[in-house]
């Protein structure tokens, strides 16, 4: 997958998980990418390791694999940040 697909299927995705899992982050968009995109490759390398299937291009199951994978990450970002 070229590194503008994974950037759109990251946006996408960390959108849509920041609007299932809402509350302040000190992250802003550009956080909210980057969150989408490890969570397309965490999400793709978990589902993968089970048998689902990867993220490999844009469509709804690689979309559903990368917003679960970006939920689990804005989660875990958020449990273990500090804060001031």
Do not use: C, E
């Not at 980057?34 to 709804?60: E, H, K, R, Y």
């Amino acid at each position: 997958m070229g590194i503008l697909t994974w950037i759109i299927v990251g946006l996408v995705a960390g959108a849509i998980a920041k609007a299932l899992h809402p509350g302040a982050d000190p992250g802003g968009f550009i956080v909210t990418i980057l969150i989408g995109i490890a969570g397309a490759v965490v999400g793709g390398w978990i589902s993968s390791l089970l048998g689902f299937g990867t993220v490999d291009g844009f469509n709804l199951g690689s979309l559903f694999i990368a917003i679960l994978g970006a939920v689990l990450l804005l989660f875990l970002y958020r449990k273990f940040s500090t804060k001031s």
